[in-house]
């Protein structure tokens, strides 16, 4: 048992800092759930991308760098302790492009990876309804057979960065007469600019267009744009989730750096007779080491050849919470004017709800891993 | 990076546990609490044999270690199986005294070694003073008592400078968990070391049983967690097995978590510990220790309340668990002293 890394580890590591050194903007740019702020988040996601460090993980051929998952593991390190801008293109790169890797026609990744790693096509999700949430295979968006194509009607909503978004992806109900609700789902991909498209920005909390309600009226999909068997598209969409290659792994760079940001405040701030708050500041860094630690130990798992499967609910569960945590710490340190750690409260406050609720999380845990009977959810 | 147990330390753990069931270590724990040792040092000589406080040691003294990720592995069992004794205190006094005989100062070593290393004698040690960390120094250890002195041959005092045996201890007092009897030690004795000897063997000790601990929390949790998972599948009202509820299913899955992200904590201290007492060790025991600690103790309320009045018993195996997750969470200091040590060692 061991946490050591190979030289050539080692050394990817260190070239993604010597980049990221070099490149990360001394000021950080603005809130990317703003117009101005996306923009300037899509044209950072153009100079990762030109240096090849906007999807490491992928194929060289696509504009990555063929990394393994220890070292785009180590790499997230390195871009969140740099203080480097959050990632527009996320919801592409971490659910998208695993689909299209395991489910897409060599057409299609050709065609769509490589403009989504130069941040030229940003995506977003279209999964929930109004009437789907938790349960979504009770959608009601149906994609109706065309000529060459599909024709797609309905409303999505909650669509995390649509306001500003290039295309969306998501599943529709393709037959209406499928025996059970998630068979008959097909997973399409559509411009936000189509004809028939409407998308309705939707403030969050504190006002930004972070997400968006769509409407489909009669929007026209070519066969192009359908990712794998039409009716197969909740088993194609489930298994991004829990993707084994690791590129849908929250990783836990971004937590360690949080925790750091919070003790240089503890320490340039903090009150040292407040040991009650001094014992959150504590729980930041030992929540984030936990959670590096549990990730090392997965893909060490992995490695060996073992599947995580439902241990991906844990995983959300534990760091959707610790965030808020983290971030509650630092208010109560710091005060509550707008700034970072206001932006990063409010993003941190989503995170028990999107990706399945934590309750459904709970659900799983109680049920596939600890044998726990089914009940009324 | 494999940051994963061998085929070697999962055999280890299941041979523990295949022991430690056959053992009947519940009757040892409370044959142990009603002062009769007995049954319970025979479950002693068992881990000797099996090669547990050699872990600790290194070769030159009857050891194979020191070993902290096998160790981590061994403290796992035996807080599953809630095994009675000093254990943590014995380990932690072999890695005392085998920091000494680094130091120079051999002796001590090798008159008490053997015996601690085999499991024909067991040790227990209190810390005190400022001396014992490079923290504030207060509070660690059993406050400053001794547990299960009565059943110990080797009494250590550490701290202040020095490192003493004590030449006896006064009367046991119960605690809360029946099976931690805890006395003071008495003053005066054959000192062993003294000055910065001392200062760092008794540093080294904490780190052990910091590790100990922490493992230990990590086991009495999960045997928490298993009981009370099987007693909810098992136990039926309103027409549906109690754990098909939803609010008995998301309290059980808290459980998990806390001693799932728990449990990585304790292997990374014992892999940090392993590679030398750097900074990242300080910080890594520290989380673990909270970590494991609270995790247990969340375990232990979550079991106590799905178990009902059940739970509630003496009588039921379940409160030689419930009693010592909270005893074990206090122990070698609190969760308070173990989070100002986190704030304080870690880079920022």
Known sequence: MDLDFTAAHEEFARRARAWLAAHVPPRPLPSLETEEGFAAHRDWEGELAADRWSVVSWPEEYGGRGAGIVEWLLFEEEYWAAGAPGRVSQNGISLLAPTLFDFGTPEQRARLLPPMARGETIWAQAWSEPEAGSDLASLRATARRACGGWVLNGQKTWSSRAAFADRAFGLFRSDPTADRPHRGLTYLMFPLDADGVTVRPIGRLDGKPAFAELFLDDVFVPDDDVIGEPGHGWRIAMSATGDERGLTLRPPGRFLATAGRLVREWRAHGDPSDTALRDRVADAVIGARAYQLFTWAGVARGAAGESLGAESSLNKVFWSEHDIAVHETALDLLGTECGEWTEGYVFALAGPIYAGTNEIQRDLVAERLLGLPKGRR | ?348
């Not at chain 2, 810390?127 to 406050?143: A, D, R």
């Not at chain 2, 904490?206 to 009370?228: E, F, I, N, P």
């Not at chain 2, 103790?297 to 059940?310: E, K, N, P, V």
């Open chain 2, 1 to 348: 990076m494999r940051f994963l147990l061998d085929d070697e330390q999962r055999a280890f753990a299941r041979s523990l546990d295949g022991m430690l069931t056959a053992a009947g270590t519940p009757a040892a724990a409370r044959a142990w609490a009603a002062g009769e040792h007995a049954p319970g040092l025979a479950v002693w000589r068992g881990l000797g044999a099996a090669g547990v406080f050699a872990l600790a040691a290194p070769e030159e003294h009857a050891g194979v270690g020191p070993l902290p990720v096998e160790t981590a592995v061994a403290f796992v069992e035996l807080g599953r199986h809630a095994v009675p004794g000093p254990l943590v205190e014995t380990v932690a006094s072999v890695t005392l005294l085998s920091r000494l005989a680094e130091l120079g100062v051999p002796d001590p070593a090798k008159r008490l070694l053997p015996g601690l290393v085999d499991g024909s004698a067991a040790a227990t040690l209190t810390l005190t003073g400022t001396s014992t960390s490079t923290s504030t120094g207060t509070g660690t250890g059993t406050g400053t008592r001794a547990l299960d002195a009565d059943a110990a041959t080797v009494l250590l005092a550490a701290g202040d400078g020095e490192v003493r045996l004590a030449p006896g201890h006064t009367d046991p007092r119960a605690s809360l968990d029946p099976a931690r009897r805890s006395a003071a030690l008495l003053p005066g004795g054959e000192r062993l070391a003294s000055g910065t000897h001392a200062d760092a063997a008794t540093r080294r000790a904490l780190d052990w049983a910091a590790l100990a601990t922490a493992a230990q929390c990590l086991g009495v949790g999960y045997a928490l967690l298993d009981r009370t998972v099987a007693y909810v599948r098992g136990r039926t009202q309103f027409g549906a097995p109690v754990g098909s509820f939803q609010a008995v299913k998301h309290r059980l899955a808290d459980v998990l978590v806390g001693l799932a992200f728990a449990r990585p904590l304790v292997f990374g201290a014992a892999v940090s510990l392993a590679g030398g007492g750097d900074r990242q060790a300080e910080v890594d025991l520290a989380a673990a220790k909270v970590a494991a600690g609270d995790a247990a103790h969340h375990a232990a309320r979550a079991a106590l309340q799905l178990h009902g009045a059940l739970g509630y018993t003496a009588e039921y195996d379940l409160s030689l668990w419930l009693l010592k997750a909270r005893a074990l969470r206090g122990a070698w200091g609190g969760a308070g002293e173990w989070r100002g040590r986190v704030v304080r060692a870690v880079g920022g």
